[in-house]
């Protein structure tokens, strides 16, 4: 089995995708009902992991298409502790959906997986408490101890890498380092922010990402925005240094509308998939270290196969 853990591609001068909206495509394309948002549930019917299947493979076949390397990521952005009590699961029932949503990607990155195309394959991570909403704040060393076990139960999958996803506050990320560095394993951090371009808490960007660099002494392998439309937080990149350069995926949200906005809607905003991906391509002309781009709510096939049609050509033509 290939494994990137020790050097992950997607830190070279290349494009890798992701997938999408992977819940909102779910809920309101396939009809697929998932309370808490939470993907993990469909491993648990043969519909529902054949959906998931489905799902992937239409990314592999787009990365094929623009000759992009890919990120597989797991549907475990809920699968862990109080999200699995909530919904019914047991702590080992919970490490068992970890493993398998890992080994269900495996197949599907070997159709893919070249020295052209390499596919990565990374571990999600979801906040403890709401993602729009900081309503369940810890301290760095509880976040290390409530998210070491689905940590854990992800590399023990032989995941490459973890990527903690939709985190606003820099605590909650602080202490998922702490349990990645203890296992030894790659992490991405990826922040969601306000209309004002600032985390749900207030803070800003910049600051959350040099609190996280400062308290963990950079361990991080890379950053990322997710969760939000570029219209969002586009104008607080235009603040250069060091915690800019630090960014190097984006994955945004289809619609304009604001979190609040988002969780009152009944139907799914896919927005602009050719508006979407004109953003993205201003952003990769801004941000020098910008490699991994992919969506969040809102997003599918469309709007990836955009942004790679407008961005890979970008890519091949800075390589060296």
């Known amino acids: 089995m290939t494994s990137y853990r020790d050097a992950l591609p997607q830190l070279e001068r290349r494009l890798f995708l992701t997938d ?50 890919l990120i597989l990521e797991s549907a475990t952005w809920r699968a862990s502790a109080d999200w699995g009590e909530r919904l019914g699961y047991t702590a080992e029932a919970m490490a068992r959906v970890n493993r ?37 704040l810890m301290s760095a060393e509880d976040a290390e101890r409530y998210h070491m076990p689905q940590a854990q139960a992800l590399a023990d999958a032989d995941v490459d890498m973890l990527c903690a996803m939709t985190l606003n506050y820099a605590e909650e990320a602080i202490g998922i380092a702490g349990a990645a560095a203890k296992i030894g394993i790659p992490l991405a951090i ?29 361990s991080p392998a890379y950053y990322m925005i997710n969760c939000a439309h570029p219209s969002h937080f586009e104008p607080a ?24 906005e988002l969780n009152e809607s009944t139907e799914l905003d896919a927005g602009d998939p050719e508006g979407l991906a004109a953003d993205y391509e201003r952003l990769l002309r801004m941000l020098p270290q910008l490699t991994i781009l992919g969506g969040c709510c809102g997003t599918d096939e469309r709007h990836i196969d955009r942004i790679a049609a407008r961005c890979a050509p970008l890519l091949r033509s800075a390589r060296p």
């Open 20 to 69: 999408g909206g992977l819940e909102t495509t779910m809920i309101y394309q396939r009809g697929l009902e998932l309370p808490d948002f939470a993907s993990f549930q469909l491993l648990a019917t043969e519909e529902g992991e054949a959906a998931l299947e489905h799902y992937f493979r239409s990314f592999v076949a787009i990365a094929r298409k623009h000759g992009t390397g």
């Open 100 to 136: 398998r949503a890992v080994e269900m990607l495996e197949p599907i990155r070997r159709e893919l997986d070249s020295v052209q195309t390499p596919c990565v394959v990374s571990g999600c991570l979801g906040p403890r408490g709401d993602g729009y909403v900081p309503n369940a």
């Open 190 to 218: 990826a922040f969601t922010v306000e209309t004002d371009a600032k985390l749900p808490t207030g803070q800003t960007l910049r600051g959350a990402i040099d609190q996280v660099e400062q308290a963990t002494g950079g």
């Open 237 to 260: 990149l235009a603040e250069a240094g060091p915690w800019r350069d630090r960014i190097r995926g984006i994955r945004a949200n289809a619609s304009h509308r604001s979190h609040a």
